[in-house]
């Protein structure tokens, strides 16, 4: 990989500022464009000599969202300049790029991982795998909007020479892109919920980063990606009952760091932790479904439904029946 990285013979190489244009401008070409509510949507084509797929574009005032989905026939790198003062988020849902800046490590950018970042003076490159699929959803936020949102502290952002700005990304930011991509914003509601959608992402972004300032070892990294991976195992198998050890086995992780790790990441223990998401769940099915108990308890990993609703009243201080009862209830009194 250190050979690729620093490879620009096996390549094309494409001077974007120079060409005073965008890497989709060069690659691509414009196919359908339409606007409503101060929303552009504009779609993009490959140009077969660089590959196959599309490239998609929403811009409204102070932001822009780029959704590409192609594979190159090669890699390409592109060298850029920017100076406007905006937030970057990207996530890369499949892929990989490499960030190069003079004078400073190179970033690698792979599957299920993303930043946030400043970018107010960028001069670098940026590399894109080719012989591969390249799925990328990057946001560009203006400073002067997220003022005029009340958000003017953006000090904790990073900037593209900072180490670790890459962060691996999970279950809820990953829900939260798959709903952009998926939702129709053609009209003043649409736009207002995607404005919501995209501060909760960066709200969420803003978070995590939190979280990976606590973890400041480059090997401790890895560790923090692993109990994140470990979170979405469980919220995955909830129907199971996993021990510590099985799941530090699954995850690679040794068996105290894991536990130490994750109460202080999460704030509780795992065990805490996989309890309360069982118990989430049994309450969402209680409420949106007719099943009978034992099912719910064997759909959070309880063979027996007598100590599944003991464990349910443990956390809601009624039993399922109870809790299911006194949601009929408000439901009969709300309607009435």
């Given at each position: 990989?250190?050979?690729k990285?620093?490879?620009?013979?096996?390549?094309?190489?494409?001077?974007l500022?120079?060409?005073?244009?965008?890497?989709?401008?060069?690659?691509?070409?414009?196919?359908?464009?339409?606007?409503?509510?101060?929303?552009?949507?504009?779609?993009?084509?490959?140009?077969?000599?660089y590959?196959?797929?599309?490239?998609?574009?929403?811009?409204?005032q102070?932001?822009?969202?780029?959704?590409c989905?192609?594979?190159?026939?090669?890699?390409?790198?592109?060298?850029?300049?920017?100076?406007?003062?905006?937030?970057?988020?990207?996530?890369?849902?499949?892929?990989?790029k490499?960030?190069?800046?003079?004078?400073?490590?190179?970033?690698?950018?792979?599957?299920?991982?993303?930043?946030?970042?400043?970018?107010e003076?960028?001069?670098?490159?940026?590399?894109?795998?080719?012989?591969?699929?390249?799925?990328?959803?990057?946001?560009?936020i203006?400073?002067?909007?997220l003022?005029?949102?009340?958000?003017?502290?953006?000090?904790?952002?990073k900037?593209?020479?900072?180490?670790?700005?890459?962060?691996?990304?999970?279950?809820?930011?990953?829900?939260?892109?798959?709903?952009?991509?998926?939702?129709?914003?053609?009209?003043?509601?649409?736009?207002?919920?995607?404005?919501?959608?995209?501060?909760e992402?960066?709200?969420?972004?803003?978070?995590?980063?939190?979280?990976?300032?606590?973890?400041?070892?480059?090997?401790?990294?890895?560790?923090?990606?692993?109990i994140?991976?470990?979170?979405?195992?469980?919220?995955?198998?909830?129907?199971?009952?996993?021990?510590?050890?099985?799941?530090?086995?699954?995850?690679?992780?040794n068996e105290y760091?894991?536990k130490?790790?994750?109460?202080?990441i999460?704030?509780?223990t795992?065990?805490e932790?996989?309890?309360?998401?069982?118990?989430?769940?049994?309450?969402?099915?209680?409420r949106?479904?007719?099943?009978?108990?034992?099912?719910?308890?064997?759909?959070?990993?309880?063979?027996?439904?007598?100590?599944?609703?003991?464990?349910?009243k443990?956390?809601?201080?009624?039993?399922?029946?109870?809790?299911?009862?006194?949601?009929?209830?408000?439901?009969?009194?709300?309607?009435?």
């Amino acid at each position: 990989m250190d050979k690729k990285r620093r490879d620009f013979i096996n390549c094309e190489v494409i001077n974007l500022a120079k060409l005073k244009c965008d890497f989709k401008e060069v690659i691509a070409i414009s196919k359908q464009k339409n606007e409503a509510f101060g929303i552009l949507n504009t779609e993009y084509q490959l140009k077969n000599n660089y590959g196959e797929g599309c490239i998609s574009l929403i811009e409204f005032q102070g932001v822009s969202i780029h959704y590409c989905n192609f594979k190159l026939t090669r890699d390409l790198v592109f060298y850029a300049e920017s100076n406007e003062p905006s937030i970057q988020m990207s996530f890369l849902i499949e892929g990989e790029k490499i960030i190069s800046l003079r004078g400073y490590e190179d970033v690698l950018n792979e599957s299920q991982e993303g930043y946030l970042v400043k970018s107010e003076d960028f001069k670098g490159y940026v590399r894109v795998t080719g012989q591969r699929i390249f799925k990328e959803i990057r946001i560009s936020i203006a400073i002067d909007y997220l003022k005029n949102k009340g958000l003017k502290d953006l000090n904790s952002v990073k900037n593209y020479n900072d180490s670790g700005i890459i962060q691996p990304f999970y279950k809820n930011i990953h829900s939260l892109i798959i709903f952009i991509l998926e939702t129709n914003f053609q009209n003043i509601s649409g736009r207002l919920l995607l404005e919501s959608k995209i501060l909760e992402l960066l709200s969420l972004q803003l978070e995590q980063s939190k979280t990976q300032r606590q973890v400041n070892a480059a090997g401790n990294n890895k560790i923090l990606k692993k109990i994140y991976e470990a979170k979405e195992f469980m919220e995955a198998n909830l129907n199971e009952n996993y021990s510590i050890k099985e799941m530090s086995k699954t995850m690679a992780l040794n068996e105290y760091i894991f536990k130490k790790e994750f109460k202080r990441i999460f704030g509780c223990t795992i065990n805490e932790f996989y309890m309360q998401q069982k118990m989430n769940k049994a309450s969402e099915l209680l409420r949106a479904s007719q099943k009978p108990i034992y099912e719910i308890a064997e759909a959070v990993g309880y063979k027996n439904a007598t100590h599944f609703s003991a464990a349910f009243k443990r956390v809601y201080k009624l039993s399922p029946k109870q809790f299911r009862n006194r949601l009929f209830e408000s439901e009969a009194i709300g309607n009435s």
